[in-house]
């Protein structure tokens, strides 16, 4: 198996947002021990672990903000581009859910749709891994992306509702809650980012549906290439069911179509491997409620339709299954 590595655009894009702001690129590189070479082709990979070196020595200057305002969409490579070219923001956004891994598996945050007293959102939500929210500058560095992603798609007067960062209040926040212009939540179980809903009705005037497909079609062949020749049909089968999760109830038919085998044959291979289609989407979904329910802003009836559910009672029988508890139960055990 490959060890594990990000689009090189990423590293690429990181690394000419911080010499913009006057960092010395070659010693960065350098003491990251990124090859040179690698960076002159947005679609090579670089390892994970020099990115993460890369991002060590980057937040001794604590840029992330700014380079992640000036990164957006252009980090996301190949997948930025094509993004540009689908019909309406939410389609784009959709794709990019589903083409995620290319740039590095769970880097792409999950997109959901919550609607409450409040409004009509779509919200990012990822949870960070330990090594970035050490750094707190990658953090920063998404948030600000994710807002200046949302620019290049919606127009420039896209703003985001509401974020949460999964770090502690700085003795200063002006700079970060001034470059948000919404209210900011600190001390977030998870890095969330939402915006209107109605952005992603607004319609991409670069739409080309030709090019589109073209790049949609080399990106997705990344994503097949990205994936390890020994690959388990269960690893295929898991990394389908979590896009398809943003969007509703997984069905096997779609994930089989994505998987270009016949629903038989996905079936049977699944079986193979000791497992089957359902199985695994209750293991994703176990793996997502104990997410979701970990932000305490979301009621467990929310949770339950962003898992996919048609109505709150399956979710709460299939949690008591999982894990012998219901759902305000858990979280009662855990705040304790």
Known sequence: MSSPSVLAAMTTQVLAAAESLGAEVPAIVHEAGIDPALLTDPDARVPLEQHLKMWEILSRRGDGLHIGARIGIAALGVIGYAMQHEATVGDALAWQQRVGAVLYPGLVPQLERRCDAAGDYVVFVRAMVPAFARLREPIFAQAASIVAMMRALAGVTARPAFVALPLSRPADPREVEAYFACPVAWDAPLLQIGFDAGLLA???????????????????????????????????????????????????????????????????????????????????????????????????????????????????????????????????????
């Open 202 to 336: 607004v319609p991409l005037p670069r739409a080309d549906p030709q090019l589109f497909g073209y790049l949609a079609r080399r990106a997705e062949s990344m994503l097949l290439e990205g994936m390890p020749a020994d690959a388990s049909w269960a690893d295929r089968v898991r990394r389908e069911i979590g896009a398809a999760l943003t969007e509703g109830e997984p069905r096997l038919q779609a994930v089989a179509k994505r998987l270009a085998v016949s629903e038989r044959t996905l079936h049977r291979r699944l079986l193979d491997e000791q497992t089957n289609f359902t199985g695994l989407v209750e293991e994703a979904r176990h793996a997502r409620a104990l997410q979701l329910l970990a932000d305490r802003s979301l009621s467990a009836s929310e949770v339950a339709v962003l898992l996919g559910y048609a109505e709150p009672a399956p979710f709460f029988r299939a949690f008591k299954r999982w894990t012998g508890e219901t759902p305000q139960g858990w979280r009662r055990r855990e705040t304790a």
